[in-house]
Structures are given as C-alpha cells and as structure tokens.
C-alpha cells in the first residue's frame, strides 16, 4: 500500500510539473523560433521574415524588426545571447545551406556566420 501512495504522490509531482502555467498569443501566424531572455520572450515567423520581443508576462508586444535575407532562405530558428546581447536567427534553404544572422536587441544587423562551413 505504502508503494502505491509513493508512485501516486511521484505522478502527480511530475503531472504538475509539466503543466502548463500560461498561455500567450502568438505575435505572428508562421512562428518558427522563440527565445528567452531576461524576462523577455523572443519570436521569429518563417513567413513575414520579423523578430518580436514580447513581454513574457503579458504578451505584449515591445519591438519588432525585419530579417532581411535571400528569398532562398527561411528563418528557421531564433536564440539570444545574453553574453553578447545579441539575437541570433538561423536561416535554413531547406537544402544544404543554412546561416546564422546577428542582431541587436534593437534589430541592427551585425553580421553573419555561415553553419554549414561551404
């Protein structure tokens, strides 16, 4: 019996654990990456090609800017450095191709870096 209360109480730890605690609405329709930083939750759409900074809180939306890139290309990804203060967005061709674009948390590009080594 006392087995069976344990796996109860370990089950129910991990259910709770993995519930959701919030919800926000998406900033966008094609998201395809998010990022978190500092309070701040980040948002990349594969389609209209913009970066969103949100407040994780409410969901609001604080800045915007464009991923200017090859109409090859499709941002696939997102993540910030936090030792860099940089957003990072991966681009993917869909083929054998893919880069990383750096931005500013102000949408400055500063520069890029080739992930497939060609």
Avoid: Q, R
């Avoid at 006392?2 to 654990?17: D, Q, R």
């Avoid at 409410?58 to 940089?86: K, R």
């Amino acid at each position: 019996m006392k087995n069976i209360i344990l796996c109860l109480l370990l089950l129910s730890a991990l259910v709770s654990a993995k519930s959701i605690i919030e919800t926000l609405d998406a900033p966008d329709t094609n998201i395809s990456g998010l990022a978190w930083n500092d309070g701040k939750l980040w948002a990349v759409d594969e389609v209209t090609d913009y970066v969103y900074c949100m407040d994780a809180a409410t969901g609001t939306v604080e800045s915007s800017f464009y991923v200017a890139h090859s109409s090859a290309y499709f941002p696939t990804g997102l993540a910030y450095s936090a030792n860099y203060d940089l957003v990072l967005v991966g681009l993917w061709n869909n083929a054998t191709t893919g880069y990383v674009y750096k931005y500013t948390p102000a949408g400055t590009f500063s520069g890029s870096v080739d992930m497939c080594g060609g």
